[in-house]
């Protein structure tokens, strides 16, 4: 998994090849949810899950995703803010919004940090150990799903990243 970005998993065009199933959302954001809670007990972290329709994808990729995207949401705030989860049906497909309180980033950082490897200057003078990978992965993943993934964030205004899946076609 720590390798999909090389792996043997891409088409001749270079996408993931996809092994799809139905997936819950409701369930499997609520998992990812509880996972991060039980590795944060002191976190505050709300969820807010509407029921969606099922999506069809591939359900470990998709908790890769999701257990991304929460851990930096707490590994780039402050331990005493709140992180909100939020799963809506949207038109054309569902919206998941992980908002959190943080450090934020800067604004011509935005489009680098789904770089591999890029790490804002801002958590790397913080002790938080990763790599850089972890959102460069998840838009691999979301755009294999037909999806997107986007961020709002301003530097000490907190962070937002939606992501975005349309639901099946036909
Ligand atoms: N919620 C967030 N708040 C502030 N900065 C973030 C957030 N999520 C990601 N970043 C920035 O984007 C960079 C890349 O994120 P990611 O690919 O997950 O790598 P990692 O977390 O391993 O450093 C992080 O190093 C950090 O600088
Ligand atoms: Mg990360």
Redesign the pocket.
């Known amino acids: 998994m720590a390798d999909l970005l090389t792996t043997s998993r891409l088409d001749g065009g270079g996408a993931l090849v996809l092994r799809r199933e139905r997936v819950d959302l409701v369930l499997a954001v609520g998992e990812a949810v509880e996972r991060c809670r039980s590795a944060h007990p002191q976190r505050e972290i709300l969820a807010d899950l509407d029921a969606v329709p099922g999506f069809d994808g591939e359900p470990g990729l998709l908790a890769r995703v999701f257990d991304?995207?929460l851990?930096?949401?707490v590994?780039?705030?402050d331990p005493s803010s709140t992180v909100r989860v939020r799963l809506q049906s949207r038109e054309g497909g569902v919206a998941l919004c992980?908002e959190?309180q943080?450090?934020?980033?800067a604004p011509e950082?935005q489009f680098r940090?789904?770089t591999p490897f890029?790490?804002?200057d801002?958590?790397?003078a913080r002790d938080?150990?990763?790599?850089?990978?972890?959102?460069?992965?998840?838009k691999q993943i979301v755009e294999a799903h037909g999806g997107r993934i986007s961020?709002g964030?301003g530097p000490g205004e907190?962070?937002t990243?939606l992501v975005f899946l349309p639901a099946a076609s036909g």
């Open positions: 991304n995207l851990s930096n949401a590994k780039y705030s992980i959190d943080g450090i934020g980033i950082d940090v789904f890029f790490r804002t801002r958590s790397r938080t150990g990763g790599v850089g990978l972890g959102l460069a992965l998840s961020l964030s907190g962070t990243v």
